[in-house]
């Protein structure tokens, strides 16, 4: 219980926090936008970089920790087409949203804190392994669905290019990418510049979950409830449990790595889900429900996670 609350409370208290502010008109839009500027290019690269360099590495590649997660979230994807197609008549482009819409993880702004604090420092690495991939894996199908369904049809190359030129420009996988290449050359820093790092990355917890409130008091529940708590129960109940029998049942991967990729798999909507309905004006209303609803709903059902995966 007490590993609950360390891991919950903190986290979900600085949303709130943050939604209060940018609600109670405390913080102006251009301080957020300046908040999340720091968050992202500056506060979690350090502390990526830095925890990820000083991370004892597997010796192998966890590839079924890999199909794990992904061959849920992908399942979930499928299962939100279907959705979309079968129970609210959606086009092409609509199913492809969808997909993204139930199977994509707020792994940055509400993973990397809730996993850390739940699981310990021993869950760097595959947390970061999902942090790294997860736009590489399923950016491009929803891509595809939604260039196809708009008459705008790409070759694989086509959509992967991009993708990969924007993960290469990304500070997060920037910072990754480095910690690993300091980790695998046993690379070390003068003093005074880890100082600096340490104290950049230590800041990037607490400013990225109220970064996270502070945006979410931008977006509302805007209709299509429907639509969106089938695409949410998608994402915050069958997905988890789709990754825990591919990873404990399947695959038998250890617990620490099973429980990551529970955990990873059961947060809610990731906000780029929403980006993605906004750049494509198509399915806005839905993907904005499910991503407030989902972060508000996820306190319960990621504190039962917890409890379930810690419970020994």
Avoid: C
Wanted: aromatic share 8%.
């Amino acid at each position: 219980m007490s590993t609950l609350f360390e891991a919950i409370l903190p986290v979900f208290g600085l949303v709130v926090v943050g939604y209060a502010a940018v609600r109670l008109r405390w913080l102006a839009d251009d301080a957020v936008r300046g908040l999340s500027l720091f968050v992202f290019n500056f506060a979690l690269p350090a502390m990526l970089f830095r925890t990820l360099a000083r991370t004892q590495l597997p010796e192998r590649m966890e590839w079924a920790f890999l199909l794990s997660f992904y061959g849920a979230a992908l399942i979930v994807f499928g299962f939100g087409m279907v959705v979309a197609r079968r129970g609210f008549g959606r086009p092409l482009q609509g199913q492809g949203l969808a997909g993204l819409t139930a199977s994509y993880s707020n792994t940055v702004l509400l993973g990397i804190p809730i996993v850390l604090a739940a699981l310990g420092d021993d869950a760097a690495v595959p947390l970061f392994l999902i942090v790294a991939t997860q736009n590489l894996i399923l950016f491009p199908p929803a891509t595809a669905m939604i260039e196809a369904g708009l008459g705008g049809e790409k070759s694989l190359r086509g959509l992967l290019a991009p993708t990969l030129m924007a993960m290469g420009r990304n500070p997060i996988v920037v910072g990754l990418t480095a910690g690993l290449v300091f980790n695998l050359l046993n690379l070390g820093m003068p003093g005074p510049v880890d100082s600096v790092v340490a104290a950049l990355g230590s800041a990037a917890i607490p400013t990225a979950t109220f970064a996270l409130g502070a945006t979410l008091a931008r977006y509302r529940i805007s209709g299509a409830i429907g639509e969106a708590s089938l695409l949410i129960g998608g994402k915050l109940l069958l997905q988890p449990l789709i990754a825990w029998l591919l990873a404990a049942l399947v695959f038998d991967l250890e617990p620490l790595w099973t429980s990551v990729a529970v955990l990873m798999a059961g947060l809610p909507t990731g906000i780029n889900a929403y980006l993605f309905a906004e750049r494509y004006d198509h399915g806005v209303a839905t993907s904005a429900t499910a991503v407030v609803v989902s972060t508000g709903l996820s306190v319960g059902t990621l504190s039962i996670l917890i409890l379930l995966l810690t419970a020994r």
